[in-house]
């Protein structure tokens, strides 16, 4: 089992608090992985706007913890406190796993965690967190940032789809997606790397006839979709498409589509027995090696080893179209 602790201050913001604890404290009723096993530490009871709440255990239990989560910072004109940042410094040395969601950046920043590293927080306050720590490679255009074992999140929604990444990097993407299906939630909301997520793909009240044709074109993963395919399903010039969806997802029609054939890949590798050959068919990439040479780029591991390391148990094959997830 996974130990991950929470460290709550006065100060934090009870959002982001709260949707780690909802990620991370129950399992959905379909995963039967060990789950994992959550404190909420700190040194006094908390008063966040009009909750109370009192930490199970002091800042010592940091130490301890696989993965120690950082919630919102409230005001970032204030220091935090300097027992909350040696104490998550002490963590990332003794070999935690340390994620900030949103403003939290700031403590993973006065800890020294984010020098010389790339990282991001929530829109209004990039700027803020690039003066004051100029060694830090601030991001203000991507959902979270992957270092390895620091990891930061921009702001609010954000801070889930960082906390999805992690149960994603700890347990696949199957338990992942199970996980957002019952927050009902995107799974996973932007293309590009696994470390550096862009624009999230808009709602269908946002974008109604791009969602659309998203959610068109996931139903036809397997089928070899070109951008002049996707332009007359949309009813516009491939130029125009390109352009809007650039705008909206801030990325290309076939870079989305290629980050849908992995995720879904993904999901073949864990559920089923279908051979790379039969999954590279399922998922549009035509052969096994070309599966092979984006999965490695994009997963960072081979498809093979990714099956090892997160296949719990033969399943029957998934040969059916893919249905997009509820939203």
């Excluded at 604890?21 to 530490?41: G, I, K, Q």
């Excluded at 010592?60 to 950082?70: K, P, S, W």
């Excluded at 270092?147 to 199957?174: F, I, M, P, Q, Y």
């Excluded at 498809?303 to 997009?324: E, H, K, L, N």
Aim: hydrophobic share 45%; proline share 8%.
């Amino acid at each position: 089992m996974r130990s991950v602790a929470i460290a709550v201050t006065p100060g934090m913001l009870p959002f982001e608090l709260s949707l780690a604890y909802e990620v991370f404290a129950s399992a959905p009723d379909a995963v039967t992985v060990p789950w994992y096993d959550v404190a909420v530490c700190g040194t006094e009871a908390v008063r966040l706007g009009r909750f109370l709440l009192e930490p199970d255990h002091g800042f010592e239990r940091l130490r301890d913890a696989d993965t120690v989560i950082v919630p919102g910072w409230a005001d970032i004109d204030d220091a935090p406190p300097p027992g909350l940042v040696d104490a998550v410094r002490a963590a990332h040395d003794a070999g935690a796993r340390v994620a900030s969601l949103c403003t939290g950046a700031f403590v993973l920043a006065a800890a020294g965690l984010l020098d010389g590293g790339r990282a991001t927080t929530h829109w209004a306050h990039t700027g803020e967190l690039a003066a004051r720590h100029p060694r830090v490679a601030v991001d203000p255009d991507v959902l979270y940032v992957d270092n390895g074992s620091v990891l930061t999140s921009a702001g609010k929604a954000a801070a889930l789809d960082l906390c999805l990444h992690l149960v994603r990097l700890d347990h696949g993407s199957a338990v992942a997606n199970a996980v957002a299906r019952r927050l009902v939630v995107p799974p996973h909301r932007a293309g590009g790397q696994a470390q550096f997520v862009t624009a999230p793909v808009p709602a269908a009240g946002d974008d109604r006839p791009l969602a659309a044709l998203l959610a068109w074109a996931v139903e036809r993963l397997g089928e070899p979709l070109t951008v002049d395919d996707l332009a007359r399903q949309a009813g516009m010039s491939a130029r125009h498409l390109t352009r809007h969806f650039h705008a909206a997802t801030g990325t290309t029609p076939l870079q989305w589509l290629l980050t849908q054939r992995i995720r879904h890949a993904q999901e073949l590798l864990e559920r089923t027995d279908r051979s790379v050959d039969s999954i590279a068919t399922a998922t549009g990439m035509g052969t096994a090696t070309t599966l092979r040479r984006h999965f490695h780029r994009t997963v960072g591991v081979p498809p093979d080893t990714y099956r090892r390391t997160f296949r719990s148990r033969p399943r029957p094959p998934a040969d059916g179209p893919r249905r997009q997830p509820a939203a």
